[in-house]
């Protein structure tokens, strides 16, 4: 706080206090002056109530009235005015709240209306009648008589407010001077606190100062004149030890850039010997710093050659620098640590002078650049293993800049194209394409280097190559863009693919030769099912014939002869159908469908009938899904049939079990039949393969190899599991939807 400000303050707080006594004193005189004013009112109100009791009263015993009614009805008029305007002062002057006011205003309406009745019997001359003018003069004389009641009430309120208004006025007076006084002690308060302090801690700082050579400050300062005070003083205090400070600061500082360097810097004397050095050149020497202040430098770290032999003074570059005046870099040189290692640097040694232009001593900045060296060797060993590794690639890389300027050439490039690298380098790239190829290759290249958009960058396309002898070839060609320092280059990838045209070549040919197969063994199926089963049915239906005609007359052992006849040509009609069935697997897919495994098992088993005694069993509340219904129905249909046909029992338990998996579906068909040997199982698969003669068991052995088919097709799989003994169990896997439909697609 600004002293000047709050002196002046001090000033007028006597004034502002006296001036609001002065308000509180004049409110609390107007406030009683005006409950008196009321108070006034209402004994006027009272007086003129009196007077007209009186008059009337006096008219009442008087005989001179006749003539003189015109006076008294204005003398009533006239103090009745009084006392209306009387009336209405107060009302204005209350504040509508006294229940006593209501009381007066009530009783004064009353006494008008018996007033109005009293001047009717003064207009009207009824009062000379004396007794009836006694009468009436009686009520007027009580009506006023009640008003003057309530007013005298009203008066006595007023009395009592005036009171509590003389209690109020003096406590307000008095509050106000208390106020005063206080406000006067509290700003002296304040005032005392906001310059003592200060004094106090000026008067301090200047006793420890007088005591002792430190430097003392004030604090606290605050933004007033004892403010500029303290600082004044403390500029003062601060000015006597000013070249302390700054040289200790300075020291400080310049210590503190030297530690903060990853390089180790020391300083040396015209002698050699080390004045100063950061922190950075003892933890990489290994030196203490007492070790080193005042040491020859040359003789603690710097003694050696790399190889170990001396190193001389005179013929160090750190004493040249020394003796020359100029500054030294210097590369692939060692310095020596304490536990007698060394470690190769790089330093520079920069000569000091004075103000004369005399030599007072050198700066060594050094760098440990053993990394350095370990990442130069690193990629020296990289560029050696790059350049083996390009040399024995199969294909040929080349890099060359943006004009098409051949820069490198490897050993496969050489024996692509037949040239030498020695006689490809800095020619262009035109001498190992075609003409046309050339051609687009520039204009590709043109226009990307010109900012267009890569067409070739990054893409593989197929050219065609010249080899040194002019034979033309064709080349598989990828281009890489490289930028190094600035410049942009060019990486070709070439492979040579005239061996991998004349294998395409010949899978083509492989291809329509398979094609041809395949239509072969269409048309064969086309006349294996329709041409080859006509003498078939033919050959049925003649056995028939004989059977029926001759039924009386065959032996036992012409009608075995007849039934083993038809059996066989019925094993040759599904024969032929299950030929054409299994050349039609793969190629003939059916449509998808959402399939219920519950209805679709109830299906296949009433279209297979089984024999009474056999019982499969399958979940009735199983798996619904989208898939091809007709091969998955098939072999369904099979395994089924299989385990019925193969049973050595006349009747048996087939049961059939279903699951999701993370892909499809796995499914089960188990029976309890005779089983299938271990070294069977693979077998079972082939074309005609029956573990039983055909004569036993009616089958052409192709149910397994078409299941078998159809599983391969679709990506699944089947596996057996049996001991030969008893039962055996199917397991096969099926694709979902997604799955089933992208094997489709490709």
């Keep these: 706080m600004n002293i000047r400000k709050l002196l002046k303050y001090n000033t007028f707080i ?100 018996m007033l109005q009745r009293y001047f009717g019997y003064l207009i009207t001359k009824s009062l000379d009648n004396k007794e009836h003018t006694k009468r009436i003069t009686g009520q007027f004389i009580a009506s006023t008589h009640a008003l003057s009641t309530a007013v005298t009430q009203l008066g006595g ?7 509590q208004v003389s209690i109020l006025a003096l406590a307000l007076v008095v509050t106000a001077m208390l106020g005063s006084m206080l406000g006067v002690f509290l700003f002296g308060r304040l005032l005392s606190k906001s310059i003592w302090p200060p004094v106090e801690q000026l008067q301090t700082a200047i006793i420890r100062l007088k005591a002792s050579t430190s430097n003392h400050q004030v604090l606290n300062f605050s933004d007033n004149e004892l403010g500029d005070l303290g600082r004044a003083f403390n500029e003062m205090s601060e000015k006597l030890f000013n070249s302390k400070i700054l040289l200790k600061k300075s020291k400080d500082e310049l210590q503190h850039i030297l530690d903060s360097t990853q390089e180790g810097i020391y300083g040396l004397d015209l002698e050699g010997k080390t004045n100063f050095a950061n922190g950075a050149a003892y933890d990489l020497t290994g030196f203490s710093l007492k070790e080193m202040l005042g040491k020859s430098q040359h003789q603690l770290i710097h003694h050696s050659h790399s190889d170990g032999t001396a190193y001389s003074r005179e013929d160090c570059n750190i004493y040249a620098s020394l003796r020359e005046g100029k500054i030294r870099n210097i590369r692939d040189e060692v310095f020596w640590r304490k536990d007698g290692s060394s470690f190769p640097v790089e330093y520079t040694s920069s000569p000091m002078f004075d103000e004369g232009g005399n030599i007072t001593g050198a700066v060594v900045v050094f760098t ?30 080349i890099l060359s800049d943006e004009n098409g300027t051949i820069l490198s050439f490897n050993k496969a490039a050489e024996n692509i194209f037949g040239y030498k690298e020695a006689d490809v380098i800095d020619k262009n790239v035109s001498i190992i394409t075609s003409d046309q190829d050339q051609s687009n290759h520039d204009a590709y290249i043109k226009h990307y280097v010109a900012g267009g958009v890569p067409s070739i960058i990054g893409k593989g396309r197929e050219v065609v190559g010249r080899r040194a002898n002019g034979e033309m070839f064709p080349v598989d060609l990828a281009v890489a ?66 059977e029926e005609d001759s039924k009386d007359t065959l032996n036992d052992q012409t009608k075995e002869h007849l039934k083993l006849l038809q059996n066989r040509v019925s094993r040759l009609e599904k024969l032929l159908d299950d030929l054409l069935s299994y050349s039609r697997v793969g190629r003939v897919h059916g449509n998808f469908k959402e399939v219920n495994f519950t209805a679709m098992m109830d299906d296949i ?37 299989n385990a019925i046909k193969h049973h050595d029992h006349n009747g048996g338990t087939i049961e059939i079990t279903a699951e999701s998996t993370e892909s499809g579906f796995e499914f089960t068909v188990s029976d309890d039949g005779p089983g299938i040997a271990p070294e069977q199982h693979d077998r079972v698969f082939g074309i005609f393969q029956t573990l039983r003669p055909r004569d036993e068991v009616e089958g052409s052995g192709m149910g397994l190899a078409i299941i078998k088919k159809l599983l391969d097709s679709y990506r699944s799989n089947i596996t057996i599991e049996s001991d030969g003994i008893r039962g055996t169990r199917m397991c096969f896997t099926w694709p979902d939807e997604k799955n089933l439909r992208a094997i489709i697609d490709e």
């Design 157 to 163: 309120l007023y009395t009592e407010e005036i009171r």
């Design 481 to 546: 863009e490289l930028r190094l320092e600035g410049q942009r280059y060019f990486s070709a990838l070439l492979r040579d693919t005239s061996e991998r045209t004349k294998h395409e070549k010949t899978i083509e040919k492989y291809t329509r030769e398979l094609e041809r197969s395949n239509k072969e063994l269409d048309d064969f199926a086309y006349v294996a099912s329709h041409d080859l089963k006509a003498p078939l049915r033919g050959i049925m239906q003649l056995t028939k014939w004989i």
């Design 368 to 397: 440990d650049i053993s990394e350095r060296k370990q990442s130069e060797e690193k990629m020296l060993a990289i560029k050696a293993r790059l350049e083996a590794t390009l040399d024995t690639m199969a294909d040929a890389v």
């Design 605 to 641: 088993v009433q279209l297979l009938e089984p024999p009474a005694g056999f019982k499969i069993i399958y979940a009735k509340d199983a798996l619904a899904f989208v898939t091809l219904s007709v091969p998955l129905e098939q072999i369904f249909r099979n395994l089924i049939s």
């Design 14 to 113: 006597p004034l502002i206090s006296s001036l609001l006594s002065i308000c509180v004193v004049v409110y609390a005189s107007w406030l009683l002056d005006y409950t008196n004013q009321k108070i006034t009112y209402s004994s006027a109100i009272n007086k003129n109530i009196a007077f007209l009791s009186v008059f009337a009263y006096e008219i009442s015993n008087s005989d001179a009235v006749g003539g003189n009614r015109d006076r008294v009805r204005t003398q009533f008029i006239l103090v009745n005015s009084n006392i209306e305007k009387l009336l209405i002062n107060l009302n204005n002057m209350s504040d509508g709240n006294l229940h006593e006011l209501d009381d007066v205003q009530l009783k004064h309406n009353k006494y008008k209306a």
